[in-house]
């Protein structure tokens, strides 16, 4: 079970029921209060935190960016990609957020960034406190970047705001075009989304277009960009977004 929102826990549950007995609306109607209350408890913990991440953030003039996705979008291939672009005339630093195993850290720490695993076990995204922890394990300098790869999940992360200037919401052209449409909190919330992979797009039935709609019918001010990293397309766009990005804090 998520230890945090609740959402992996087990919604299976069973009544007894006695040949009299009767279920009271007011009943449920108290539940469902209760279970908005605690969610608006939850949250407005982690906003605390959250707080604190943001003013650190400012205070060391570091971007910090949220990488939000399904598994299996680009997201840890996007940072690698990046990192090697930018490492050498910006410090970088990623906070990982996987159930288990340090394997996208290494990859991070092999492409040039210094990196903190976070392993969630049970819980289905990061949060305002984990990610200030991670930060007491790091070294931030000034005028850096701090890129944080979010759990894979379309529904959890978007919840949590976790002091980040902006959110990065991967899309990949092996998912449907229609995921927009079906997970539109994520989608709303993003500052850009970036459609990986589209150096496939001539072996996949994929409609790139029909998936910029749908973006655009869900969030019509987030930027969209179309990248590869395999072959370097859109980079030169996305790396631009990031400085600017950047300036706008100084």
């Known amino acids: 079970m998520c230890v ?9 549950h069973t009544h007894t029921h006695d040949d009299n007995h009767q279920h009271d609306a007011h009943d449920h109607h108290h539940a469902n209060h209760d279970i908005v ?15 604190q991440n943001r003013s650190f953030f400012q205070a060391h003039q570091a971007l910090a960016v949220n990488f939000l996705s399904s598994p299996g979008s680009g997201k ?13 005339t910006h410090p970088i630093y990623v906070i990982e957020g996987d159930q288990h195993t340090e394997l996208d850290a290494n990859r991070i720490r092999n492409a040039g960034a210094e990196a903190y695993q976070i392993q969630t076990g049970k819980a289905c995204h990061l949060d305002g406190h984990m990610v200030g922890h ?17 759990v894979g999940n379309l529904i959890c992360p978007a919840l949590f705001d976790l002091g980040e200037h902006a959110k990065v919401v991967l899309i990949s052209v092996t998912e449907g075009e229609d995921k927009p449409l079906k997970y539109p909190d994520m989608f709303f919330g993003a500052d850009l989304v970036i459609i990986t992979k589209v150096d496939l797009l001539p072996y996949l039935k994929f409609d790139i277009n029909a998936c910029e709609a749908n973006i ?16 370097g397309q859109g980079f030169e766009a996305w790396i631009n977004w990031l400085h600017s990005a950047k300036a706008y804090l100084s």
């Open 134 to 150: 991670a930060l007491e394990h790091l070294v931030i300098k000034d005028n850096s970047f701090v890129f944080i790869e979010n």
């Open 4 to 12: 945090t929102c609740g959402c992996g826990g087990d919604h299976q």
């Open 37 to 51: 209350n605690l969610e608006s408890e939850i949250l407005a913990e982690n906003n605390k935190f959250a707080a």
């Open 76 to 88: 840890t291939t996007l940072l690698e990609e990046t990192i090697k672009l930018m490492s050498s």
């Open 216 to 231: 655009r019918k869900i969030n019509s001010k987030a930027k969209i960009f179309q990248v590869s990293a395999s072959n």
